[in-house]
Antibody, heavy 119, light 107 residues
Framework: EVQLVESGGGLVQPGRSLKLSCAAS????????MAWVRQAPKKGLEWVAT????????YYPDSVKGRFTISRDNAKSSLYLQMNSLKSEDTATYYC????????????WGQGVMVTVSS | DIQMTQSPSSLPASLGERVTISCRAS??????LNWYQQKPDGTIKPLIY???NLQSGVPSRFSGSGSGTDYSLTISSLEPEDFAMYYC?????????FGSGTKLEIK
């Protein structure tokens, strides 16, 4: 059974940093592109980052480019999101998601972890 | 960036009813359109990929269609577990973008 379990969320002050983790199991992690998607309170879904199987390629929307860094450790079947210079508008539930092979469909999602940026 | 306009934002409906949710892209996306369901507890699962392909395990009452810039998700006969949020998503190009969502609620 595919499982994605996020951790590392919490309350952080504006301008500070936070690192999220996602522990994957039930599939061969190194074979899949992985991603982070977020959802602000009572808002829709927003794609945040995608990383290739080896980690050599990463993709971001302009809203987080230069502030967020996605990375992975295939030996540990883990995905990460380093978030720097956090803003109040980064407050959201962050979901770890798996891309289906050969596509950018998100075929499995974690339960999400809440990040609150507030002073 | 490709903008996705989803309608309606809210859809009251009854059990057994047939409903359709629409999604329009700001430019052609060549059928690279996916649909997701989000339950009130936050659980998200894919329903349809590449416009009309049913994800494994999804009931056949769900179907998708469309081309060019206009796409739709149809549920042929609503079951109690179908009342949830629905999102479209284009994966024709980065940045990947979602529609604003449709809340399917009991009338």
């Amino acid at each position: 059974e595919v499982q994605l379990v996020e951790s590392g969320g919490g309350l952080v002050q504006p301008g500070r940093s936070l690192k999220l983790s996602c522990a994957a199991s039930g599939f061969t992690f190194s074979n899949y592109y992985m991603a982070w998607v977020r959802q602000a309170p009572k808002k829709g879904l927003e794609w945040v980052a995608t990383i290739s199987t080896s980690g050599s390629r990463t993709y971001y929307p302009d809203s987080v480019k230069g502030r967020f860094t996605i990375s992975r450790d295939n030996a540990k079947s883990s995905l990460y999101l380093q978030m720097n210079s956090l803003k109040s508008e980064d407050t959201a539930t962050y979901y770890c998601a798996r891309h289906n092979i050969g596509t950018t469909l998100f075929d499995y999602w974690g339960q999400g972890v809440m990040v609150t940026v507030s002073s | 960036d490709i903008q996705m306009t989803q309608s309606p934002s809210s859809l009251p409906a009854s059990l057994g009813e047939r409903v359709t949710i629409s999604c329009r892209a700001s430019q052609g996306i060549s059928n690279n359109l996916n649909w997701y369901q989000q339950k009130p507890d936050g659980t998200i699962k894919p329903l349809i990929y590449y416009t009309s392909n049913l994800q494994s395990g999804v009931p056949s009452r769900f179907s998708g269609s469309g081309s060019g810039t206009d796409y739709s998700l149809t549920i042929s006969s609503l079951e109690p577990e179908d009342f949830a949020m629905y999102y479209c998503q284009q994966d024709a190009s980065f940045p990947l973008t979602f529609g604003s969502g449709t809340k399917l609620e009991i009338k």
